[in-house]
């Protein structure tokens, strides 16, 4: 189908009849796809006149790889991956394919959103693929000093 690319951006239902809900996407956050994007760089051009094929690079990539996000945040464009093999993936793409641009890319920031609040407390275990090896761990927050 041709002529869509300007208005289906990740994915698009195609149906004859009107009012047809659209299907469940294929990546989602906490879905069978895995998780939400945790590994980010930011992007920029090293010629600045070739900016704007970097954007058109950049869209195209949503479109081939619904699990890639491209964010403008305070002017700087931000490519969120899965992973770092992921990142080294869509990086390639977007120089031999998409965009075909040298670019200058960020060293990767990989968040670290995990906390535990007051009156959180947990166990898990964890055994290794053998059986041979079992952790038990306790988590619990720590006293204010």
Known sequence: LGGLGDYVVKGATLSSRPHVPSFRPLWSEGGA????????????????????????????????DPSALVETVGGEVVLATCGEVH?????????????????????????????????????????????????????RPLHPA
């Open 33 to 64: 796809g895995g998780g939400a994007p945790i590994v980010r760089v930011a992007l920029e051009a090293t010629n600045p006149l070739e900016r704007s094929k970097l954007h058109e690079g950049l869209r195209r990539l949503q479109q081939a």
């Open 87 to 139: 990142l080294e993936r869509c990086l390639r793409d977007l120089r031999e394919d998409f965009a075909r641009v040298d670019m200058s890319v960020s060293q990767p920031l990989i968040p670290f959103r995990e906390s535990l609040e007051a009156g959180s407390a947990g166990h898990a275990t964890v055994v290794s693929a053998d059986r041979r090896v079992r952790v038990r761990v306790a988590v």
